[in-house]
């Protein structure tokens, strides 16, 4: 068995077809034909309200920040652990970022962590979907409706995973925050490269969403021959992508299901072979709350300290398989650790020192996964 490498970007073999089609067509620029196949996808299958195509997740949550007129000073709320753009997005805005722990079962935000943490200068809660598991969405959108908050939904890793409210409907996760963002980089399920998408649920958002989406201007309206000229309307950037990065991502959503199916056979082969050590608490594996679906983002351990991860880490590497930890608590980190508040977050300091995530893409073959789990029941052995 050759390398089993931790990420390999998924391939459907149309891309380049897709692409050809956006060349032959003479236009390549953003918000062309590519693009709107990707949104009507979105909005008929997650009937999300708008969806703009972004560069990037970092670029959507940049724009999440624009729209929700994020000022100095305002305090956003959002896990610790998590990746730098979730908080950078604010803290360009000069935003005060209050990070809050993760869960004891989940590395997911702590739902119960939100409320203390609101002052009179609370603008916002950002839940990230940690491995594409749902924050409980009832509990966040009740707090931010109690106190008057936006609810920023970053789901960069939660493609096709659902959240089951009290009502019992299971609403695809970007779907409950005012406004959402995905990620379509090359380590999420369905990928272009680089390339992401802003979810705006709020009908308030919907329209400043496209100028600010198109450097400030309502050239968008003018396309659609709403206006009969198109100028500076607003702030803005250029946040769209290029109908060869659409063309590419559109040929990915196509196939959405087949990809899903498989990521989750894999997932679930994993945590068949790895079940007994779970249940025996060796080491402890993905945990998904029973209002929460698996989009098979991601499989991962946490280990029973850091230097156990460094020596399974070392023995997969032996056996030629690739594993990496993860997010660092922001809280601690260079730029944040003389900004934070000083509390402890000890939660988001475990899964940083000892959560480990194993190979998970669509290039798996059960006889790899098989052999993976095999070295690690060898290693807890
Ligand atoms: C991947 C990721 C991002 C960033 O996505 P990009 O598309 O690379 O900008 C942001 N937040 C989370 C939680 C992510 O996993």
């Not at 008929?44 to 994020?70: G, H, P, Q």
Request: hydrophobic share 35%; with cysteine; proline share 4%.
């Amino acid at each position: 068995m050759g390398p089993i490498v931790f990420n390999k970007p998924h391939y459907t073999g149309r891309e380049t077809l897709r692409i050809i089609e956006a060349v032959d067509s003479g236009k390549i620029s953003g918000d062309g034909i590519f693009t709107k196949k990707c949104h009507n996808i979105f909005t008929e299958r997650y009937r999300f309200r708008k969806t703009l195509l972004t560069t990037s997740c970092t670029d959507a949550l940049e724009m999440a920040a624009l729209l929700t007129d994020i000022k100095p000073g305002d305090e956003v709320i959002m896990p610790s652990f998590t990746f730098v753009s979730t908080a950078n997005a604010f803290c360009l805005r000069h935003a005060k970022v209050v990070f809050a722990d993760s869960r004891p079962d989940h590395p997911g935000m702590d739902e119960d962590a939100i409320e203390p943490l609101i002052t009179d200068r609370t603008r916002a809660i950002v839940p990230v979907h940690y491995a594409g598991v749902a924050c409980n969405m009832d509990l966040i959108m009740a707090l931010a409706e109690k106190h008057g908050l936006y609810v920023i939904e970053d789901a960069a890793q939660a493609i096709d995973s659902y959240h089951t409210g009290k009502d019992g409907t299971a609403r695809p996760l970007g779907s409950s925050g005012h406004l959402s963002t995905f990620s379509f980089h090359e380590t999420k399920n369905l990928q272009c490269g680089e390339g992401g998408a802003l979810i705006a649920n709020d009908p308030r958002f919907a329209d400043r969403a496209e100028i600010v989406w198109e450097k400030g201007t309502d050239r968008a309206a003018f396309w659609r021959g709403e206006v009969d000229k198109y100028g500076w309307v607003d702030i803005g950037s250029s946040f769209l992508p290029s109908e060869l990065t659409a063309a590419y991502l559109f040929a990915q959503l196509q196939e959405l299901d087949e990809i899903q199916r498989t990521r989750k056979g894999i997932w679930d082969r994993y945590h068949d072979e790895l079940k007994s050590l779970f249940a025996a608490q060796t080491v402890r594996g993905p945990h998904i709350p029973e209002y929460a679906t698996n989009n098979a983002h991601m499989f991962y351990l946490v280990c029973g300290s850091t230097e156990e991860r460094s020596r399974l880490i070392d023995h997969l590497k032996r056996s030629h398989i690739g594993s990496v930890f993860h997010y660092q608590s922001l809280h601690a980190s260079a730029y944040y650790r003389h900004r934070h508040d000083g509390r402890p977050l000890p939660w988001s300091d475990i899964y940083s020192d000892r959560l480990l995530r194993l190979p998970m893409h669509t290039s798996l073959r059960p006889e790899h996964v098989a052999f993976i789990s095999e070295r690690i029941r060898d290693f807890y052995g």
